[in-house]
């Protein structure tokens, strides 16, 4: 397979802060949590939130299943977390489930 360009997912980091922050851990914590701490740091996990690197596929499946999310979500510009996330005061809280279209951008 050669190495070709792919599109980015510009969505995917703001997706990751979410989930952390519905989850109330730290970005240290959001690493014990995962139980990567002998392969990532919170840098690793801040540069993902920013969009400046894209996390190994293992670890979105670690941010899917803490989410209670298929992984396309988290992958998909189209698609959104559920309205839950966006409302992250509690750790305690049943996790959403699945994902909605996002809203087109009129031009």
């Known amino acids: 397979m050669g190495r070709g360009s792919r599109e ?18 730290s970005q240290d914590g959001l690493v014990r949590k995962f139980g990567l701490s ?13 969009g400046v690197r894209e996390p190994a596929l293992a670890v ?6 803490a989410a209670n999310v298929n992984v396309e ?4 510009d189209d ?16 996790l959403p489930t699945g994902g909605r279209r996002a809203k087109r951008k009129k031009a």
């Open 60 to 65: 979105l499946l670690k941010y899917a299943r």
């Open 38 to 50: 002998d392969r990532l740091t919170r840098n690793e996990i801040s540069k993902y939130e920013r």
């Open 79 to 94: 698609l959104e977390l559920p309205s839950a996330f966006l409302q992250y005061k509690t750790r305690n809280k049943e």
């Open 8 to 25: 980015i997912p510009t969505e995917l980091g703001a997706k990751l802060s979410k989930i952390r922050k519905y989850l109330g851990v």
């Open 73 to 76: 979500v988290l992958m998909d």
